[in-house]
């Protein structure tokens, strides 16, 4: 399989805090790099994403930032609440197909 | 407004019982994928269909087999379930243009939790 690793696996942040998940990969012709919310008993959601082009991209307290050279990218929360505790995925992306890594648990305390 | 519909959405069969899980689609999308999810893991590709073309991944068991009989509707048949086949079993689409997309973003069915015994 592909491969994609994720750090930190369990993240516990206090509410209004913000919250930093690292997603490394080692294909250097990853062209596209999305982030997906899976909330406990629902199904993933993509809730940002980015191409290769672009450094960085923002949407409301949602970031994602991308470093080509170093093989890797972030998602930023910030003003973390109670709902976006949740499991969060960075799948590789590589023709057609996304292969999921382990996940980051991510836990916001009111 | 269900775009990804999987039925049923609990399923439980006997060790060794045959058993369809569906999936069907009302976005038109070309792709469709299905994973298998167990507690606590990452969702695993198990194949995926780019409009007719079958793409099955090296480490998905023979016991797994799939059919897509037209764009809107795909199957999944477990031929002899067994104990480590329970699991939650998603099914996805995404719009493959050949074209560079903004986004290839997926959209997930609400998956069948099979449950064997």
């Known amino acids: 399989g592909e491969n994609v690793e994720q750090h930190p696996s369990t993240l516990s942040v206090q509410e209004g805090d913000s919250a930093v998940i690292k997603c490394t990969y080692s294909?250097?012709?990853?062209?596209?790099f999305p982030w997906y919310k899976q909330e406990l008993g629902k199904r993933p959601q993509l809730i940002i994403d980015?191409?290769?082009?672009?450094g960085e991209k923002k949407d409301q307290r949602i970031a994602v930032t991308l470093n080509k050279t170093a093989k890797h990218f972030s998602l930023h929360i910030t003003e973390t609440q109670p709902e976006d505790s949740a499991v969060y995925f960075c799948?590789?992306?590589?023709?057609?197909?996304?292969?999921f890594g382990s996940g980051t648990k991510l836990n916001v305390k009111p | 407004d269900a775009m990804v519909i999987q039925n049923p959405r609990y399923q439980v069969t006997q060790f060794g019982k045959p058993v369809t899980l569906s999936c069907s689609q009302t976005?038109?999308?070309?792709?469709m994928y299905w994973y298998q999810q167990k507690s606590s893991q990452a969702p695993k590709l198990l194949f995926h269909?780019?409009?007719?073309?079958?793409?099955n991944e090296a480490d998905t068991p023979d016991n797994f087999q799939s059919r897509r009989p037209n764009t809107s509707f795909c199957f999944l048949d477990i031929r002899s379930p067994g104990l480590g086949d329970a699991a939650m079993y998603l099914c996805?689409?995404?719009?493959?243009?050949?074209?560079?997309?903004?986004?290839?973003?997926?959209?997930f069915g609400p998956g069948t939790r099979l449950t064997v015994t």
């Open positions: 294909d250097s012709a990853s062209n596209y």
């Open positions: 996805a689409t995404s719009r493959e243009s050949g074209r560079l997309p903004e986004s290839y973003e997926q959209y």
């Open positions: 976005l038109n999308h070309n792709v």
């Open positions: 980015i191409r290769s082009n672009v």
């Open positions: 269909y780019y409009d007719k073309d079958f793409n």
């Open positions: 799948p590789l992306y590589n023709f057609n197909k996304f292969y």
